[in-house]
Structure formats: C-alpha cells, structure tokens
C-alpha cells in the first residue's frame, strides 16, 4: 500500500491548477490566425465588393453579414463546451437553427414584397454556383485552427466535436466572404451560405475520427 501511495504522489507532484478561462484563450490564439488568413483570401482572390459604401447602406447587407457572425459567435461557445471531456453544446444547435429560422423568415418577407419576376435574382443571383466554394475556401485557415485547438483539448464526442467546428469555421468563412460577395437577396443567403457553412460542418464531422482522435 506504502508503494501504491508513493506512486500516486510522484504522479501528483508536478499538476499545477488550470489558469481561468485557459481554454478561452487557447482558442483566441488559434483563431485569430485563421481569421486573418480567411480575410486575406477573400480580399486578395476576390476582392471586396465594388459598390461597398453603397450597400452597406441597404438592410440586406447587414442580414447577409450579421447571419453568419452571429453563427459564428454561438459556434465558439459551443467550441469550447465540446472542448471539455462530455460537453454537449445543447444551447449552441438549439440558437443556430432559431437564427437559420429569423433568417429564412426574412427571405419570405423579402420575396413577399418582390415580384415573381424578380424572384430568381433573389434566389440564385449571379454566382449560387461559386458562393459556398469560397465560402469553404475561406473557412479552411479557420477550420484547421479549430482542429488544432480542439486536438489541444479534451473532447469525448469526436465527431460532435468535429462537427461544431466546422461549421464554425463555415460561418467565419461565411462572414468574411459577405464583404465581397454582390448578392443582395435574403432567400440566396439562406440557401447558399447555408449551404457552404453546412459542408464545412459535415467535413468536420467526418474528418473528426482521423485528425482528432486521442
């Protein structure tokens, strides 16, 4: 028993309490790259929009911005309650399908007080088929500083884990890519950024076994 309790006090004597809010911080570090590495694809491969001043006068402009930054904020809650070992981030899925709700609410509401034959600029715009791949381009730095983050953490649901930083990642990209991006249609935003932000939450999930298993 004398050796039993000899080992477990050289196992303990080197532990040092946990800094507050350490995984906050962890996170920041990680993250912070990644974003500016987002915004700088964006703005080097695509540039900012040509009529910027103008538009961010308009309402759309800001739904279209605001929708993933707000995303994007819930999903680093959730990051850092999936960090820690049987963390279920209820209240982040919960808050990301009610903002998706207020969002597609507001794209009926736009094509409500439009035209039919306005309806496929709304809808489709001018790029649908290029917007979710920049928004996944520009969600990659992000992505990968995540995955880094998370593999410094202790998460005990890989692909939960994998999921929600994915689609965090997805809605940063998502963000940055709405300072370029000409589409002023509200149903467009919630079709296509939704859909570029959910396959980066499905990449996530499915590359969680390989890049973050202990």
């Not at 309402?59 to 999936?82: H, R």
Request: glycine share 10%; hydrophobic share 55%; aromatic share 14%.
């Amino acid at each position: 028993m004398a050796k039993t309790d000899d080992m477990i006090d050289r196992l303990v004597d080197d532990l040092r309490p946990v800094p507050p809010r350490a995984l906050h911080r962890l996170l920041a570090t990680a993250m912070l790259p990644g974003l500016l590495l987002s915004g700088l694809f964006i703005f080097s491969l695509h540039g900012p929009r040509p009529d910027l001043v103008s538009a961010m006068a308009t309402f759309a402009f800001w739904v279209k911005s605001f929708y993933p930054l707000i995303l994007a904020l819930i999903g680093i809650s959730g990051l850092i309650v999936v960090a820690r070992p049987g963390g279920l981030p209820r209240r982040t899925c919960f808050l990301w399908l009610a903002i998706y709700l207020v969002l597609v609410g507001l794209g009926l509401w736009q094509l409500g007080a439009a035209s039919a034959a306005e309806y496929p600029q709304l809808i489709f715009g001018f790029s649908w088929w290029i917007c979710p791949f920049l928004i996944m381009g520009s969600a990659l730095p992000v992505f990968v500083a995540n995955f880094l983050f998370l593999r410094r953490a202790a998460p005990t649901n890989i692909r939960l884990a994998g999921f929600v930083a994915g689609l965090t990642a997805g809605a940063v990209g998502a963000w940055t890519y709405s300072w370029g991006c000409i589409e002023s249609g509200l149903p467009f935003v919630a079709l296509w950024y939704t859909f570029g932000i959910a396959f980066c939450g499905l990449a996530g999930a499915l590359l969680a076994r390989r890049f973050l298993s202990w």
